[in-house]
């Protein structure tokens, strides 16, 4: 079992910027990809950002050149730095690390924008 504790949520204006960081309760041996979705309320779960241990970076549309997604050397913890952030943004954010045999999530974070 992994658990995943993500943290960095909470209120921000619009254009302004928000870090999150999502950290794994042990290291994982082999290769795997962290992630981030997000979840507005009556909406899918949406992907935002991955990164995987082979340093490989993915990113959803509507968060390029926007959000950037890093970790660290042993790819225990991962960072969503958000700029630029819209009123089409808030969401639970959701930290997930997943490979073919496995695949966890946290429990989320909040992120809201507003004036």
């Known amino acids: 079992q992994v658990q995943l504790v993500e943290s960095g949520g909470g209120l921000v204006q619009p254009g302004g910027p928000l870090r999150l960081s999502c950290a794994t309760s042990?290291?994982?041996?082999?290769?795997?990809?962290m992630g981030w979705y997000r979840q507005a309320p009556g909406k899918q779960r949406d992907f935002v950002a991955s990164?995987?241990?082979?340093?490989?970076?993915k990113y959803g549309d509507s968060v390029k050149g926007r959000f950037t997604i890093s970790g660290d050397n042993a790819l225990n913890t991962v960072y969503l730095q958000m700029d630029s952030l819209k009123p089409a943004d808030p969401a639970v954010y959701y930290c997930t690390v997943q490979r073919a045999d496995m695949a966890y999530w946290g429990k989320g974070t909040l992120v809201t924008v507003s004036s």
């Open positions: 042990r290291t994982i041996v082999g290769g795997y990809v």
């Open positions: 990164v995987s241990t082979g340093g490989t970076t």
